[in-house]
């Protein structure tokens, strides 16, 4: 009979190799899964995972959304990772990058059609200060009523996508749009619009961003006080306590991070790829996100790689859909096995198998 | 010849990466007390629960008078006349004496029947009990008694005790003793487990000494000194820590009429605490558990802060005063619970140092953590604590026992602390690394520091310290030197108002 041993100390082989084999285990039963549905597995995994890449007719369309893609999925995962590893679950991240938007994109757009270099600066700005404050809500009924975060950031997701909804309908609604809802295009205003900054390449600043948090979360990590007591609080509360860790200051600062790179997530889509802020511009980049995070092992640089692979598997899928009339939705569940083959393949961190006569 | 009740042969039992027992074979007689000793994981409770059908051994077999004897659960043995009590009670608090008793039994008579049965036996074996009342309300010796009148009740043919004496005060283990022997004296057997010698050398028959799951020897330990039995439980002779002769000193710790809520709805509050701790002086604190030990600790660590009353270190005043700060004034301290508390059980070593000795080693500059100097004094640490691992990066939950306890001690008393307290030092630690704990403290001692040890381990307490008091119910009895106590004045000290009386003990 096989069982499960714990491990005297995890393994530091299996912390980098799980996630290799989560995304090998994947591609097999996403085989499995394309050709129960008729297509022809090599061939579809080919289109998901190659020709984005590599195909000489969609590659240099393909190649540039990568980053493009990539980009708001390492901000938003950066920042959740530092709540995860204190066990602060921030589980709302897809409200506080709609808030960022609105407020950024609201802020840029109150200054339309004046040009300035200063517009720009100032929507990211109110863009990382609207996502901060939309999580701060959840931090201060924590802190002063104990709720749990989980729920009111996740509740906080549908109040910021029905204030989404009503703005682009009412406030922010293009006033020469015809009807139309949705807010000027963000994109064709000089002044706020987040362009590829090397053509071809799909690096715009949310990208810069985006590298900049990957080496700021990895410094806060290994050198600063700040990411040991985020560890430390995730791994034994009570040591924490004894250590003389404020656990308030935790919540507020995990929170806080993730609030703000979620929401110059938000400004960034919003100037750049999605150009407009309508109902539907967030395609749920918050909660992919949460896969990322973990699929990234919490490490800012695995975090990155992840992100990289998603975007991908986004960018696939659709060409996929695109060649071989793949349904959405088993793209989407192609996403979800492989946080779900991650995850149990994470018990061979601490666990061994082995053989034992019965 | 005696006749033998129940034979055990070859009893073998392993875990994951543990032998718990290996061919493990003894006799327990009939009317006999038959002690099992040996350290904090030499496999004892694993083979009482082999007997009690709790745990299925991998190989060996055992018999029943004569009768091959394969429990396959607790019920089945207690229907072969086998019933233990175990070192954790398992009773409804918010159930009465008698409700309690009738939910362990097969076929329970109606209410009033079986409280006047329960009256009669506790009576009759000296450990008197009022059936109705409420478990909650009664003293963890008197709980004990709900215990062993349930077992008594089965008219069991032996009668297994899980250190049974490690909740109660000196009295209460007069008392127990009384009430073990007069059921020996019905023919019936005991197996009496734990761990300390003059207990079993006043109250056993035969002994058999068990070490890292292997049986040592089977002997008399009347006719073994304490010597010779702690030997063969661990295996080599044991360095007894030395007691020199100290200056005490001024005050350097006082605590005033400190009043505090518990950390938890099932914790104890304190009331009314006075204290003061001397320069050069080993204040030793004892008591039953649970009785504020942990509020204490949490108290002097600034985990909680005192409602009323001032803690004064020398001339300042500390009683709001965070965990860090009193790092930074030299107040360390060391919580009971190892993995969790005291120490990250997944992070390493390295990282474990700097969870409290970030403030006085200046391991952090400006936020910015120095690895260099935090692995350097992590390797100090280990090197003066003889820490058995194989690397500083080992994660804390990877070293034994003893090991990470003379870590987490090692880790404050190399700090120099000005006052140290300490929560259990050597609780669950093997003999050899609780002798050098405490001599460690000693040591610290020696150096002029101030020591406030809390722990269970009344031995412990009075072979370290020079004044005692005790915990009782969130209050401090009055603190004596430890050289002039008698035993009775520490049951006393320890049992507060709720002290079972003597006069129980009598028939």
Same mark, same amino acid.
């Given at each position: 009979? +096989? ?20 995304? =090998? ?27 984005? +890449? ?43 990058? =709609? ?17 300035? =270099? ?241 | ?507």
């Amino acid at each position: 009979m +096989l069982s499960f041993e714990k491990r005297p100390q995890p393994s530091k082989f299996w912390i980098i190799f799980t996630p290799i084999l989560a995304v =090998i285990l994947t591609l097999i039963a996403g085989a499995i899964l394309f050709s129960t549905l008729g297509k022809p597995p090599l061939e579809s995994l080919k289109i998901i995972f190659w020709d984005p +890449l590599f195909h000489p007719n969609y590659a240099a369309y393909s190649r540039p959304q990568l980053l493009i893609k990539a980009g708001p999925l390492i901000l938003i995962a950066i920042g959740l990772s530092f709540g995860f590893k204190a066990g602060v679950w921030n589980i709302g991240a897809e409200g506080q990058y =709609i808030i960022g938007a609105v407020i950024g994109g609201g802020v840029a757009l109150a200054f339309y059609p004046y040009e300035s =270099i200063i517009v720009f600066p100032l929507a990211v700005l109110f863009g990382a200060i609207g996502g901060f404050l939309w999580a701060m809500i959840p931090v201060v009924l924590r802190i002063y009523f104990k709720t749990n975060e989980i729920l009111v950031s996740l509740m906080l997701v549908y109040v910021a996508e029905s204030i989404l909804i009503s703005v682009s309908q009412g406030l922010l609604r293009n006033p020469e749009g015809m009807g139309f809802p949705g807010s000027r295009n963000l994109n064709q205003y000089a002044s706020s619009a987040n362009n590829e900054l090397i053509t071809g390449t799909g690096l715009h600043w949310g990208v810069i961003f985006a590298l900049i948090s990957v080496i700021f979360a990895y410094f806060i990590f290994q050198k600063h006080t700040l990411g040991y007591q985020v560890k430390l609080t995730g791994e034994a509360p009570k040591a924490a306590k004894f250590a003389g860790v404020n656990p308030n200051l935790i919540v507020f600062f995990c929170l806080g991070i993730s609030g703000t790179l979620a929401g110059l997530a938000g400004i960034f889509e919003v100037t750049g790829q999605a150009g407009q802020i309508t109902s539907s511009f967030n395609s749920g980049y918050g909660f992919t996100a949460i896969i990322v995070a973990f699929l990234g092992r919490l490490h800012p640089v695995g975090i990155l790689l992840a992100a990289l692979l998603m975007a991908l598997t986004y960018i696939g899928g659709e060409l996929a859909q695109f060649q071989l009339q793949l349904p959405a939705a088993s793209i989407q569940l192609f996403q979800g096995m492989l946080l779900f083959f991650l995850l149990a393949a994470d018990i061979l961190v601490n666990y061994r198998v082995s053989r034992k006569r019965s | 010849m005696t006749k033998k009740l129940l034979e055990l042969e070859g009893i073998s039992k392993s875990y994951p990466g543990v032998i718990a027992n290996s061919d493990v074979s003894f006799d327990i007689n009939v009317g006999e007390v038959h002690a099992l000793l040996g350290e904090n994981g030499a496999g004892k409770s694993t083979l009482v629960k082999t007997i009690y059908g709790l745990v299925k051994p991998d190989n060996g077999r055992m018999s029943l008078n004569g009768k091959h004897y394969v429990p396959g659960s607790p019920s089945e043995a207690r229907k072969a006349g086998i019933a233990m009590v175990f070192q954790h009670f398992s009773l409804f608090e918010a159930l009465s004496v008698a409700e309690n008793i009738s939910l362990g039994m097969e076929s329970p008579p109606n209410q009033r029947d079986l409280a006047k049965k329960i009256k009669s036996v506790s009576n009759s074996y000296g450990l008197p009990l009022e059936p109705g009342k409420t478990v909650g309300s009664l003293s963890a010796g008197e709980r004990q008694r709900v215990e062993i009148v349930r077992c008594l009740l089965q008219e069991p043919k032996l009668l297994i005790m899980d250190e049974p004496t490690s909740v109660l005060t000196p009295q209460e283990v007069q008392i127990l003793f009384e009430t073990l022997r007069k059921i020996k004296s019905e023919g019936r057997s005991i197996l009496y487990i734990s761990h300390k010698l003059e207990e079993i050398r006043k109250l056993c028959d035969t002994a058999t000494i068990l070490r890292l799951g292997k049986k040592v020897e089977t002997c008399t330990p009347s006719k073994t000194s304490s010597n010779e039995l702690a030997e063969m439980m661990v295996g080599s002779s044991i360095q007894i820590p030395q007691q020199k002769k100290r200056e005490i000193g001024n005050i350097l710790l006082s605590l005033e009429n400190i009043v505090s809520k518990s950390i938890n709805t099932f914790g104890t509050s304190l009331s009314n605490l006075t204290l003061d701790l001397h320069a050069g002086e080993i204040f030793g604190v004892g008591g039953v558990a649970g009785n504020g030990q942990d509020e204490l600790l949490s108290i002097l660590s600034g985990e909680l802060i005192a409602e009323s009353g001032q803690i004064k270190l020398e001339d300042r005043i500390i009683t709001a005063d965070k965990p860090r700060t009193r790092r930074e004034l030299c107040v360390l301290s060391a919580p009971e619970e190892r993995l969790g508390h005291s120490a990250a059980p997944n992070m390493s070593l390295v990282e474990n140092t700097l969870m409290t000795a970030s403030q006085s080693q200046h391991l952090v500059s400006k936020g910015f953590i120095d690895w260099e100097k935090t692995r350097a004094f992590t390797e100090k640490i280990i090197e003066e604590f003889d820490v058995r691992t194989p690397s500083i990066e080992n994660v804390a939950r990877s070293l034994s026992g003893g090991n990470l306890q003379k870590f987490v001690i090692g880790r404050e008393i190399q700090q120099e602390p000005k006052v140290f307290v300490v929560n259990q030092p050597t609780w669950g630690v093997d003999a050899a690394a609780a002798a050098s704990i405490r001599q460690a403290i000693l040591t610290l001692a020696d150096n002029g520091a101030a020591i406030l040890i809390i722990s269970q381990d009344l031995d412990e307490l009075l072979e370290i310290s020079d004044r005692f008091a005790a915990l009782n119910e969130g209050k401090l009895s009055d603190a004596l030197p430890t050289r002039d106590l008698t035993v009775d004045q520490i049951g006393l000290m320890m049992g507060g108002k709720r002290n079972l009386e003597l006069s129980d003990a009598k028939f």
